[in-house]
C-alpha cells in the first residue's frame, strides 16, 4: 500500500509538471514564438525546446507510473482473492463435524467464488482509491501552487458539493447490500432446483419450480439496475457540477479583475485534471462501497466455520482396549434430545450390532462414537480416559468408517481406496480382497487404475459399498463402524458383506448399523436404540425370543 502511494504520488506530480509546462507553452507560443518560458514557483526561465524535453520526459514518467500504480492494484486484487480462499478452504476443513454438516449444498461453493471474488473486488477497488486520491492531492497541490486563489474558490466549492452528495453514498451502499442479498437467494433456489432436480421432474412441477427462480432472477435484475444506477448517476453528478462550479469559479475571478492569465490558465487546466481524478477515486470508491456487504458476508461464514470446531488433546493412542459411555446424551436442539442417557460398554474385539427404528438415534450414535460429535452431556471414555484427549491422528488412524452412502472421489479406483493416505499398493489390493471386490476391480478396463467420477460412474451401489469398504479397510483399523451398510445392497452385495464382516469378527471391534436384522444375527450383542434410548441390549437369540421384539425393532414404538 505504501508503495502503491508512493508510485501514485510521482505519477500526480509528472503529470501536473508536464500539464503545467504544456499550458506554459500554449501560452508562450501564443505570445510570440522563442520568447523564453517563465516557469511559474521557480522563476526559472526555460527555452521552447527544453522545455518540450522536460515535459516530455514528465509525461513518460507519469506513464510509467500509471503502469505501476495499474500492476500493484492488480496484484493487491489476486493476492486478496487467493488468501481469501485458502482462508476459507482451511477453516472449512478445520471446522467440526457439527459446522460442515449444517453447511448448505453450494454455499462453500459461493464463499470461494462470489463472495471471494467480490472480496477481491473490494481489495482492488480500495487500492485504485487510494492511488486516485494520492494523484488527486498531487495535482491539486500543484494548481493551489501555481494560483491559489482560483484553487482555493474551486477546492471550498468542491467540498461542499461531496459533502451535499454524503446521503446518496448511504442510500447506495443500501441499495448494493439489497442486491447481493437477492443474489444469494437466488443462487440458493437455483442450487435447490439442482439438487432436487429428479423429483421436481417426477412430480412433474419444472414449471412451477422454474417461475419460484425466475421470480428471483426478476427482483436480482431490478436491484442490480437500481444500484448500478445509484452508482454511475452520483458519479456523474459529481463530475458534472464540479466543472460548472469551475466555469462558474473562473467567470468570478474574471469578474473580480484578476490578472495573472497565465496563473489562471494553468491553474484551470490542473483543476480539470484533477476532475478525473477525483471522478476516477469517486468510482473506485463506490466500487468499493459495493462490494462492502460481500466481505461482511465472507467474514460471517469464516465466523461461522471458526466457532464450530471440536478441540482435541494431544493424548497418544496406539491400541482400543475398551469403549465406555458414561450417561451420554446428544441435542441437536436443546428442547429433544436425540441420544438421552445412554451407558454401555464395548470390549475389544466384540462385535455390536445397533438396531432399532428410523429416527431412533442410530446415526447420531454413530457420530459420537466417531468423535464427530462430542456428547453434550455425559462423557465417553477409551481405555478409561476421556475420548476428546487422544491426538485427532492417533483417532483416525484407529477408528474407521463406512457411511449410509459412501462417496468417491473423481480418481483411480487405487486412490479411491488409499484415499489420500499414505498407504502401499500391496495394502490397497489386501483391503480390496478383504471386502470382496477384489475380482470385480480386476476385471475393470484398467483395474485399479480405473477412473471412478465423483457419483461413482460404472460402479453399482453394491460395489460402491464395497470400494467404501475396502477404504476403511486399507487403514487397519482397530474399530471399523457401519451406519446401515446393507440398505441399499441386493441379495448378492449383502452374503459378501457378511463374509467380510465374519472375516473380521474378533480382530476389529464392530459397530453394524442395521434396520434389517439379518445384517446384525451374527453379532455378539445387540443394542436397540428407541427414541434415543437404549431400551435393551443382549444377545441376538435372546433378544428375538422377547415378545413383539421383531416388530418393535422394525416399526418403532409409536407405530
Ligand atoms: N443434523 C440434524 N439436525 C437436527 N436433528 C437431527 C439431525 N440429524 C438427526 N436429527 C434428529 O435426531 C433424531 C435421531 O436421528 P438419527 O440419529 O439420524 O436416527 P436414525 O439413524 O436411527 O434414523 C431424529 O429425531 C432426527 O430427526
Ligand atoms: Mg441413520
Not at 485458502?86 to 464463499?111: D, H
Amino acid at each position: 500500500m505504501a508503495l502503491l502511494a508512493v508510485t501514485a504520488a510521482a505519477g500526480g506530480l509528472a503529470e501536473a509538471l508536464a500539464l503545467l509546462l504544456v499550458v506554459q507553452l500554449t501560452l508562450a507560443l501564443a505570445a510570440g514564438p522563442a520568447s523564453p518560458i517563465e516557469l511559474p514557483l521557480v522563476e526559472i526561465a526555460l527555452s521552447p525546446s527544453v522545455c518540450i524535453i522536460v515535459a516530455g520526459v514528465a509525461a513518460l514518467c507519469g506513464l510509467f507510473s500509471h503502469l505501476g500504480v495499474a500492476w500493484l492494484t492488480a496484484d493487491i486484487g489476486s493476492t486478496v482473492l487467493a488468501n481469501s480462499r485458502s482462508n476459507v478452504v482451511a477453516r472449512f476443513t478445520e471446522a467440526g463435524w457439527p459446522t460442515q454438516a449444517v453447511q448448505r449444498e453450494g454455499s462453500l461453493q459461493e464463499t470461494v467464488t462470489t463472495l471471494s471474488a467480490r472480496t477481491s473486488t473490494l481489495a482492488n477497488s480500495i487500492a485504485k482509491w487510494i492511488a486516485q486520491l494520492v494523484s488527486l492531492a498531487m495535482l491539486l497541490a500543484a494548481a493551489f501552487a501555481v494560483d491559489p486563489a482560483t484553487t482555493s474558490v474551486i477546492l471550498i466549492a468542491g467540498a461542499l458539493l461531496v459533502a451535499a452528495l454524503r446521503p446518496l453514498t448511504n442510500r447506495n451502499l443500501n441499495l448494493s447490500r439489497l442486491f447481493v442479498a437477492s443474489n444469494a437467494r437466488f443462487a440458493e433456489e437455483v442450487s435447490g432446483l439442482s439438487s432436487m432436480a429428479m423429483e421436481v421432474r417426477v412430480f412433474g412441477v419444472q414449471v412451477a419450480a422454474r417461475d419460484a427462480v425466475e421470480a428471483l432472477n426478476r427482483e436480482a435484475r431490478l436491484r442490480q439496475r437500481n444500484s448500478r444506477f445509484a452508482v454511475e448517476a452520483s458519479s456523474k453528478l459529481l463530475r458534472d457540477l464540479t466543472m460548472l462550479l469551475l466555469v462558474l469559479g473562473i467567470g468570478g475571478l474574471i469578474w473580480a479583475g484578476q490578472e495573472n492569465v497565465g496563473g489562471l490558465a494553468a491553474a484551470a487546466a490542473l483543476v480539470v485534471r484533477s476532475l478525473a481524478a477525483a471522478q476516477g477515486a469517486n468510482t473506485a470508491h463506490h466500487a468499493a462501497v459495493e462490494s462492502v456487504p460481500a466481505l461482511d458476508a465472507l467474514t460471517d461464514r469464516l465466523e461461522q466455520l471458526n466457532s464450530g470446531r471440536i478441540t482435541t488433546g494431544r493424548a497418544e493412542l496406539s491400541r482400543l482396549d475398551s469403549i465406555a459411555f458414561k450417561s451420554v446424551s446428544y441435542s441437536y436442539n436443546p428442547s429433544f434430545p436425540a441420544i438421552r442417557d445412554v451407558s454401555i460398554e464395548i470390549g475389544s474385539g466384540e462385535a455390536i450390532g445397533v438396531v432399532g427404528p428410523s429416527g431412533g438415534g442410530k446415526s447420531t450414535f454413530v457420530q459420537l462414537l466417531l468423535r464427530l460429535r462430542p456428547p453434550s452431556e455425559g462423557s465417553i471414555l477409551v481405555n478409561g480416559q476421556d475420548y476428546l484427549d487422544f491426538d485427532a491422528q492417533d483417532w483416525s488412524a484407529l477408528v474407521s468408517f463406512v457411511p449410509q452412502e459412501p462417496g468417491l472421489v473423481e480418481a483411480t479406483v487405487a486412490e479411491n481406496i488409499a484415499f489420500w493416505r499414505d498407504i502401499p499398493r500391496s495394502r490397497v489390493r489386501e483391503a480390496a480382497r478383504n471386502a470382496n471386490i477384489l475380482d470385480e476391480i480386476e476385471r475393470l478396463p484398467k483395474g485399479f487404475d480405473t477412473m471412478l467420477g465423483p457419483r461413482g460412474t460404472g460402479l453399482s451401489g453394491g460395489q460402491k459399498q464395497r470400494v467404501a469398504i475396502a477404504r476403511a479397510l486399507a487403514g487397519e483399523p482397530a474399530l471399523l463402524i457401519l451406519d446401515e451398510p446393507s440398505s441399499a445392497l441386493d441379495a448378492q452385495s449383502e452374503e459378501l458383506l457378511q463374509s467380510t464382516l465374519n472375516e473380521l469378527r474378533g480382530r476389529t471391534t464392530l459397530i453394524i448399523v442395521a434396520h434389517r436384522l439379518s445384517t446384525v444375527e451374527a453379532c455378539d450383542r445387540l443394542i436397540v436404540l428407541e427414541s434415543g434410548e437404549v431400551t435393551s441390549v443382549g444377545s441376538p437369540s435372546d433378544l428375538l425370543r422377547q415378545p413383539r421384539f421383531f416388530r418393535r425393532v422394525q416399526e418403532g414404538p409409536h407405530v
